[in-house]
């Protein structure tokens, strides 16, 4: 494989990870990897706290789901550029987990 190919692999497998469930499969398989670890663990946090706040505010549903599509769109497109993506009030808590995950 080509040095080329496997950073658009490495990118598109990032990108991957903001979507739910997928996340999950991707986190544990390329736990070694830091960018696809990040990006797969915003993708975890952002699933968790749509279902979370949906259920507890049910009432503004929809503008929780807004916000939530907002923060995978851009999490995918930097993810799918190659480009970090530090999600406000949670980037500190991702690069703890990421140093959990990451330990060898």
């Known amino acids: 494989m080509t040095s080329h190919t496997?950073?658009?692999h490495r990118n598109q497998t990032a990108a991957v990870?903001?979507?739910p469930l997928m996340n999950l499969l991707i986190l544990w398989a390329h736990r070694h990897d830091r960018f696809i670890l990040e990006h797969a663990l915003n993708g975890v946090l952002l699933t968790i706290y749509l279902l979370g706040a949906y259920f507890l505010i049910p009432?503004?549903?929809i503008y929780i789901a807004l916000i939530f599509i907002a923060g995978v769109?851009?999490?995918f497109i930097h993810a799918s550029s190659g480009r970090e993506f530090r999600l406000p009030l949670i980037s500190d808590f991702v690069d703890w987990l990421a140093d959990f995950f990451?330990?060898?």
């Open 102 to 104: 990451d330990k060898k």
């Open 73 to 75: 769109a851009a999490g």
């Open 17 to 19: 990870g903001y979507i």
């Open 6 to 8: 496997h950073i658009t």
């Open 59 to 61: 009432d503004f549903g």
